[in-house]
């Protein structure tokens, strides 16, 4: 079994630690003061996310400077956005898969910022895309005049090449075409070359073997156009090559598709798939949220967590709410309350919560993607571009800076950082299975997270795989379980505390527990595990 990172420490302790608010509920540390993590990945464009040689675009040295914020947030992964070169802004279409984009920085550059986060308890993941490479790509350059030569055996063979059309193809000449599942720009790779599969060795070796944690593999639904059991195959040979190299080696996928497409994936072995069923503003959770009903959420929810965990024990669900290729989350809710409970919702669900670069102040985005892209507002004063063609109404955008939002008791930024000290206290959370909590009010969403013993849990929180316990042997019943709830309606809500539960955080000053019962205002959470007495 793999080997994960971070401390556990019993429950007992955790709310001894924990000072008493207002509420009734315990107030948990700083997330900067606490050695556990408990998941929470943030995803960064890293043009837009900081500059720090003043040419208005971010880069690898610029997020290292904001390594204190990231980690005063609680985050323990970082997904970088592509950071190779390329011809594009976004870099998804790879130059060179060995070299780092000079508008980023260096590799020493991203090497130091490696070793910086790391010394924060925090990882890098990077964007690994391998479904096609860029035209400009010296493979393809090569491929390309081997195969107008007739010479197919090549690096013609890194990629698909016919005298008829492979799917989705770009037309070259009279009667010669390769496979462009994308653009023209993107050629699609040949994933079964066990020459192509020899330099993904090669590259995944390079980088793990730095200090990555681990990938996030981009369109693998298209690897064989779409053809799931061959992209399952090679996914499994993919995730067992980078466990042969980094035995606790990450890696999530980008199949974006509905569950039924999306779960039968998690037999390849992957850590976690992105669930696109929970995300964007038809998801089932903002539904929820808009409705003010939670019964078809948990429905999903029973249905599809006990399904990926049979496919793999150890599946992590990638719960988001948005991400670069969707309008920003900001933009789903008619309030900011709504917005707030749509955080501790999927922050707090079992699995590996992403929240989106500037997701935290509210920043908005739709149409294009360059507009789901644009610069983090650090202060009043940031200087960053933009992507080219951004067309999204400035009076839209949120005013707001992150100086602002911090300095605001109740911003959403401080909101999301209560959420996710609370989710680092019981780190146990990202491997708890989802069970429906009894509840005959539609307005309230009630579940019990409880520890699979199958699961591995973690060892420390820079990534030395000291330890091979699992859940069980890490946790004993009363800090391996929490009963969360979610007020979703317009009015107050009274529900029964579970019995030997207490309230350790209240998302609502005014939620209180009297006489056995849980009194949540609207759009409220509360979160409760087993008294450390033992009453």
Not at 112 to 141: E, Y
Not at 286 to 298: E, H, I, Q, Y
Not at 312 to 332: E, V, W
Request: proline letters at 5%; aromatic letters at 12%.
């Amino acid at each position: 079994m793999k080997k994960l990172a971070g401390v556990l420490f019993a429950l007992s302790l955790a709310l001894a630690g924990c000072q008493l608010g207002a509420s009734g509920g315990a107030v948990p540390p700083d997330s900067a003061e606490i050695s556990t993590r408990s998941g929470v990945t943030y995803e960064i464009y890293v043009a837009s996310f900081h500059d720090s040689d003043g040419d208005q675009v971010g880069d690898l040295n610029g997020i290292k400077e904001k390594l204190p914020y990231l980690q005063k947030l609680g985050v323990e992964y970082l997904w970088l956005m592509p950071i190779h070169p390329s011809h594009s802004y976004h870099k998804y279409d790879v130059d060179d898969y060995m070299k780092i984009d000079p508008a980023y920085g260096t590799m020493d550059d991203f090497r130091a910022l490696i070793r910086a986060a790391k010394a924060k308890g925090i990882k890098i993941i990077m964007d690994m895309v391998i479904n096609h490479s860029s035209s400009n790509h010296p493979w393809f350059k090569k491929a390309l005049a081997e195969a107008k030569a007739g010479k197919l055996d090549g690096y013609a063979s890194y990629y698909n090449f016919g005298e008829k059309p492979i799917r989705k193809s770009t037309k070259i000449g009279s009667n010669l075409y390769y496979e462009s599942a994308f653009t023209e720009n993107m050629p699609d790779l040949n994933l079964d070359n066990p020459k192509v599969r020899e330099e993904l060795t090669k590259i995944a070796k390079f980088y793990l073997n730095m200090g990555v944690a681990g990938f996030r593999l981009d369109a693998a639904l298209h690897y064989f156009g779409t053809n799931n059991q061959a992209n399952i195959e090679f996914l499994k040979w993919y995730t067992q090559m980078c466990r042969s190299i980094k035995p606790d080696a990450y890696l999530v996928a980008e199949v974006w598709a509905g569950k039924s497409t999306v779960a039968p994936y998690y037999a390849s072995g992957l850590d976690s798939l992105f669930n696109f069923d929970l995300s964007d503003g038809g998801g089932e959770i903002v539904k929820a949220v808009n409705k003010g009903d939670a019964t078809n959420l948990v429905k999903y929810l029973s249905q599809y967590e006990p399904e990926i965990r049979k496919l793999n024990p150890q599946a992590l669900d990638a719960i988001y709410l948005s991400n670069h290729d969707q309008g920003r989350s900001a933009g789903f809710f008619p309030n900011l309350e709504k917005n707030k409970l749509a955080e501790a919702i999927y922050l707090w669900l079992p699995g590996r919560p992403y929240i989106y670069y500037g997701e935290e102040v509210g920043l908005k985005g739709s149409g294009r993607d360059e507009n789901k892209r644009t610069f983090m507002p650090w202060d009043k004063s940031t200087k960053v571009k933009n992507p080219e063609n951004t067309d999204y109404d400035p009076k839209k955008q949120v005013t707001t800076t992150v100086a602002q939002a911090q300095a605001d008791k109740d911003s959403l930024y401080n909101y999301i950082s209560q959420l996710v000290a609370v989710r680092n206290e019981f780190p146990f959370l990202q491997y708890a299975d989802f069970k429906a909590w009894k509840n005959d009010n539609p307005a309230v969403m009630a579940y019990r997270a409880v520890a699979d013993p199958k699961a591995q849990l973690s060892t420390d929180s820079t990534g030395s795989p000291d330890s091979q316990k699992t859940a069980a042997d890490n946790l004993n019943a009363k800090t391996s379980e929490a009963v969360i709830f979610h007020n979703l309606g317009k009015e107050p809500q009274e529900v029964a505390l579970p019995k030997g539960y207490q309230l350790v955080k209240a998302m609502n000053k005014d939620d209180t527990v009297k006489d056995g019962k849980l009194h949540l205002e609207p759009l409220s959470s509360a979160f409760t595990v087993p008294d450390s007495t033992g009453k």
